[in-house]
């Protein structure tokens, strides 16, 4: 636990000129845990969140920029505002539910991208809006961190009492809920009110990390990033979102810092031969009749690739494929890990953390403790 | 007054007629019990009765009240509390928060409150685990109130729901198949369960039962459905020997009846 916490908060200080994109992964594991509400809580789904986050991030930028608010005042109207939004939505979740719903998040998250966001007046429009970063960067990196511990603990209370329970129950089985006494039409605003609030508070802490505001900042693209780090993470468990959100947003970093590594995915021409290799190796040693051959083939092929042998119709069409970049990297990395996800893990990241909570709790080692068996059909009825 | 009344219930779906004036009356305290074969309109009555369908014709009255416009949410804050053929838990969870998610209505503080972790929510959810815990021993579930309901075996999981429903607190329960899935031991245990449940929370009970000799045993009255519509009621010796319930319910050889009761 001393090593987490010494890491979480020693990290500005040995990674110092990433203090931004350390903030960057704070304020993605806040939107992680606001997506986590409605997809994991309350099984609808939203892939329009980087509207919900952008609606905060606006207001932020206009409460500093044209009303001269202090900043923590920008802060709790973004929160108000996203909240409301997202319930301004989630009354359309109350008629529309399923597939339709998920469009209609989408269609709404472009919506907002070419209109709202560009209303001159309220967002400065193409220009961007501006909202000074309130402390220096590093320091910045400790008020997201406390802004995402507020946000955990609230996550957590939810669940503790009834509101979550509600949730549960109505994503499982709505017609079970109701015999409960729970009112589901309600209690689905109410994940849509703490999911925008959450949302509205990240997007205002990203608003400020910035200092800049614009529109093309928060395309459909931002939205899918979102899901994907959620369910990576793994619905439902609050550390692995936060590890999942964070991990996602500091690909690129990783990519750069670790030694080596960028180089290798520049040149995946060769690296991905190499894994081939090694993975067809691990095959033929310890895998069974079928999976040998399969090994065994899959060297072969990536030996010859590599070879200096020249394969005639190979020749010349890896080099129109472009170079990977690390700013490119979670296009990739995330479907890969997506798929993993939802046929190897299908608890996402929390599913490997829980062992370790349990453990540390003063438990026997238990690999099985908090395995999910397959991605839960309520998961997916959005 | 009675607990609770249908006056000429009737629903159609489409061209089909799946009850039509069903006339039920349970009377305080009292154990009623509804038979009749499969597809007789059973749960579609109690769908009606609890809300999930709107009957085409007729209306519910609970305690003189007429409740046929009401939600379901709203009838359970009347008291009405009911279970499901397949079984209504939240699977997810375990026994324990099964039966806190029922108490729903029993928790006063807002959401807002709970997030912010208020002293009327603290101490309320407080009196809500002891509550479930005390039930759960009431029908000797104590062992299993951290298990989670997914792995559980199909009789402990009729018996944990009776537990939450009765966390729901209702005055009338309305069970549709509680000796599902239990051998013939299991259902006579049921029985004295349902009996003393009756006793310990002033229950009005309306149940769809299939097992003759649990209805036999506590049911005070007995109604009979068949293709959506009444065929017989009255006590249960009465309503188990009358003809046309012989013939629709348990097959046309009679003597077939008495040995498989």
């Known amino acids: 636990m001393g090593a987490i916490a010494g890491l979480v908060l020693g990290a500005p200080y040995f990674l110092e000129r990433r203090a931004v994109d350390l903030s960057g992964a704070v304020i993605f594991a806040i939107i992680g845990l606001s997506l986590n509400v409605l997809i994991g809580y309350a099984g609808t789904i939203s892939l329009g969140h980087q509207a919900f986050v952008g609606v905060g991030a606006f207001t932020a930028a206009y409460m500093a920029g044209q009303q001269h608010q202090p900043f923590l005042v920008g802060i709790f109207v973004a929160a108000v505002i996203g909240g409301i939004q997202a319930v301004l939505l989630g009354g359309l979740a109350l008629r529309i539910s399923g597939l339709y719903f998920a469009l209609i998040t989408l269609s709404y998250g472009v919506l907002a991208q070419e209109s709202l966001f560009n209303i001159q007046s309220l967002t400065g429009g193409g220009a961007g809006a501006f909202a000074a970063i309130p402390t220096g960067k590093r320091e910045y990196y400790f008020i997201c961190l406390a802004f995402l511990a507020i946000v955990l603990y609230a996550d957590w209370r939810l669940m503790k009492t009834k509101g979550g329970r509600a949730l549960l129950a109505l994503r499982e089985n709505p017609r079970v809920a109701s015999t409960f006494g729970i009112n589901v039409k309600v209690y689905t605003l109410v994940a849509f009110a703490v999911s925008g609030t959450f949302a509205g508070i990240g997007g205002a802490l990203l608003a400020h990390r910035d200092e800049v505001v614009d529109p093309t900042g928060f395309s459909f693209q931002l939205a899918l990033l979102f899901v994907l780090m959620t369910v990576v993470g793994g619905l439902r468990s609050r550390t692995g979102i936060v590890i999942g959100s964070a991990l996602f947003a500091l690909l690129k970093v990783i990519v750069q810092e670790v030694p080596g590594f960028e180089r290798a995915l520049v040149r995946w021409d060769l690296t991905l031969p190499i894994l081939a290799v090694a993975g067809g190796v691990v095959l033929v040693w310890r895998g069974g009749p079928r999976s040998k051959i399969a090994g065994g083939v899959l060297a072969g092929v990536a030996l010859l690739v590599l070879s200096p042998l020249s394969v005639p119709w190979l020749e010349g069409r890896i080099d129109q494929i472009p170079p990977l970049t690390a700013e490119r990297a979670s296009g990739v990395v995330g479907p890969i890990f997506l798929l993993l996800v939802l046929t190897r893990l299908p608890g996402g990241i929390g599913q490997l953390v829980r062992p370790v909570q349990h453990w540390l709790r003063g438990n026997p080692w238990d690999w099985s403790v908090g395995r999910v068996k397959e991605v839960q059909i309520t998961d997916v009825r959005a | ?261």
């Open chain 2, 1 to 261: 007054m009675s607990v609770l009344e249908t006056q000429n219930l009737g629903i159609r779906f489409g061209g089909l007629v799946a009850a039509n004036d069903v006339n039920l009356r349970a009377g305080e305290y009292e154990i009623v019990g509804i038979i009749g074969p499969n597809g007789a309109g059973k749960t579609t009555t109690f769908n009606m009765i609890t809300g999930f369908y709107t009957p085409t014709t007729g209306r519910v009255l609970y305690r003189g009240r007429d409740v046929t416009d009401l939600k379901v949410h709203e009838r359970a804050a009347l008291g009405m509390g009911r279970t499901f053929q397949n079984v209504g838990l939240v699977k997810g969870s375990t026994v324990r928060e099964n039966l806190l998610t029922a108490q729903h209505l029993l928790a006063r503080y807002g959401v807002a409150g709970g997030i912010i972790g208020s002293p009327a929510s603290t101490d309320d959810e407080r009196t809500l685990r002891r509550r479930a815990d005390a039930l759960l021993e009431v029908l000797n579930l104590g062992h299993l109130a951290n298990t989670r309901v997914a792995g559980l075996p199909y009789g402990d999981l009729k018996r944990v729901e009776i537990a939450t429903v009765l966390a729901t607190d209702p005055d009338l329960l309305l069970l549709d198949e509680p000796s599902s899935g239990m051998g013939p031991e299991e259902a006579h245990t049921l029985g004295d369960t349902l009996l003393d449940l009756r006793r310990e929370f002033d229950l009005t009970i309306m149940m769809i039962e299939h097992h003759v000799p649990l209805v036999v045993r506590v049911c005070d009255y007995v109604y009979c459905l068949n293709f959506g519509e009444l065929l017989a009621e009255g006590l249960p010796n009465e309503v188990r020997h009358h003809p046309e319930v012989v013939r629709a319910y348990l097959g046309e050889d009679v003597d077939a009846e008495h040995e498989s009761v």
